[in-house]
């Protein structure tokens, strides 16, 4: 039996990129936080914040009224993601089976690789040594034959790399705290637990050793309980779905509220999108409009369409923009992508003038001929070339540190060209495969 399965863990990754970007932060009280909203909480907290009393969970409103030397940071979803994904793509050069799971996690599958790098420990140290050559981020990396093994090292040691040694499991998981165990979070069985103290995982494995005994404590949970007090954890190393989708996105030159500039650009984006549907010919079932705002918050909307002529596209785009924009803050950037595509239903509709998808193919003769923007609605036409940008000014400079704003980097990194490697660099094409990563707060 050989240790295969590797787990890297970017301790506080969120704090390490907010550090990254901005040098000046390195040695400065940081927390970032959910929204500056009176009821937003602190996602995670530095460590000279935590020194200062702040702590995650706490609420915005009285982590302001306790102290005013930590600066408060709104949580950079875009930012966050972009390099989370940079770092997938690094990572898929040392095994076809990567799995991203929170930010900064990745479970790394080096099955039938020992040819390669000789041995799991030193494919280890090569990518350690490759991220911080890179993107400078600290992490920990833990080495087992199975993920719960190897993401519970990574939580729980503090060295760079740990490997435990096959067989060890149970040894190496007695003395550690019950809670490192997933299914504790379950409510009945962490009642279970809390009323016995059961306290270490050594004495969950002493309760399990009767099956009797076990279900009589843990129900249906016994099972799983007591596999992972014994380290058994059978599940594969899922590389992410490939998810077909198409994307109109635009950064805008000048951060606005204006609600016609802004209706302006999205409905000019759905006309692009509509565009590139009628060159598929097919639907899409699942249209997503996404506001970038200034100080890194995103919000969207979803919805679908069951024709593609520019005027539907144009009417749905417009409708989730307006739900999605709910603050008052300015725009940075927009984003429409389509997924879930179906093919285009020729049956004529007795309720639908079909003179809106004549128009629109009328239109698409003289766009192949002529160019996309040879023609456009007068709607789309009150956001000119210089009212909207797609490569902003600055993209020579270094990869992430050249980036001082980091609300502007946000965007910027997710949607323009820099000097990163092409494995990090945004959609440049309307058609694309892409790993549909779903991401949330690391824990």
Do not use: W
């Not at 787990?7 to 390195?26: A, G, I, K, Y």
């Not at 996309?372 to 956001?383: K, V």
């Not at 997710?414 to 660099?425: G, H, I, K, M």
């Amino acid at each position: 039996m050989s240790d295969d399965i590797l787990h890297l863990r970017l301790p506080d990754f969120e704090l390490q990129v907010e550090r990254l970007l901005d040098s000046s932060l390195r040695t400065r009280p940081i927390a970032i936080i959910s929204s500056h909203n009176q009821n937003g909480t602190i996602v995670a907290a530095s460590p000279e914040a935590l020194g200062e009393g702040l702590f995650p969970g706490l609420k915005v409103a009285l982590a302001r009224r306790m102290t005013h030397s930590v600066i408060l940071l709104p949580y950079n979803s875009t930012l966050y993601a972009r390099v989370h994904n940079y770092l997938f793509q690094t990572l898929s050069r040392y095994s076809p089976l990567i799995e991203p799971t929170v930010f900064g996690q990745y479970f790394v599958d080096l099955t039938g690789m020992q040819k390669i790098y000789g041995n799991s420990l030193q494919a280890g140290y090569l990518l350690a040594k490759d991220i911080q050559s890179k993107v400078s981020l600290q992490g920990h990396i833990g080495i087992s034959i199975n993920k719960l093994v190897s993401q519970i090292t990574t939580a729980v040691v503090p060295e760079t790399i740990y490997r435990v040694t096959p067989g060890d499991e149970a040894t190496f998981l007695a003395p550690l705290a019950t809670e490192v165990l997933p299914t504790t979070s379950e409510p009945s069985v962490n009642k279970i637990v809390r009323f016995l103290l059961m306290n270490q995982v050594q004495d969950v494995q002493q309760v399990t050793e009767d099956q009797e005994t076990g279900v009589i404590f843990f129900g249906q949970y016994f099972r799983r309980v007591y596999q992972e007090a014994r380290g058994q954890d059978n599940t594969p190393v899922r590389p992410p779905q490939q998810r077909d989708h198409l994307t109109e996105q635009t950064i805008l030159a000048e951060d606005t509220n204006d609600e016609e500039k802004l209706l302006g650009t999205v409905r000019n984006l759905a006309e692009q999108l509509a565009y590139q549907l009628r060159q598929r010919r097919q639907v899409t079932r699942a249209l997503t409009v996404e506001i970038h705002y200034t100080d890194g918050f995103k919000s969207q909307r979803k919805g679908s369409v069951t024709a593609n002529d520019d005027l539907t596209l144009r009417a749905e785009a417009t409708r989730l923009f307006l739900a999605a924009n709910y603050r008052r803050n300015r725009v940075r950037a927009l984003i429409l992508d389509a997924t879930n595509f179906q093919p285009v239903i020729n049956q004529l509709d007795l309720f639908r003038a079909p003179k809106d998808l004549r128009l629109s193919q009328a239109l698409d003769r003289i766009r192949q001929k002529y160019g996309f923007e040879s023609i456009r609605s007068a709607s789309g036409i009150m956001m000119t070339r210089s009212n909207s940008q797609k490569t902003p000014s600055g993209t020579e400079k270094g990869p992430i540190a050249a980036l001082n704003d980091p609300g502007r980097a946000a965007t910027a990194l997710f949607l323009q060209e820099t000097s990163l490697p092409s494995a990090v660099r945004p959609l440049q094409v309307k058609y694309s495969a892409s790993p549909a990563f779903s991401f949330y707060p690391s824990g």
